[in-house]
């Protein structure tokens, strides 16, 4: 049972991923802009 709990932890899980604008050439505007206009669509 712990094995399928940490199965769906994991899946929400975003410590290992970084924030969009962390990998490339964007500022944090660009960055809020991207995430504000996902949540407007």
Do not use: A, K
């Not at 994991?10 to 996902?38: E, K, V």
């Amino acid at each position: 049972m712990e094995q399928l709990y940490d199965f769906f932890r994991r899946l929400t899980d975003m410590s290992d991923w970084p924030p969009r604008w962390y990998c490339g050439r964007w500022s944090d505007f660009h960055g809020w802009l991207y995430i504000g206009s996902d949540l407007m669509i």
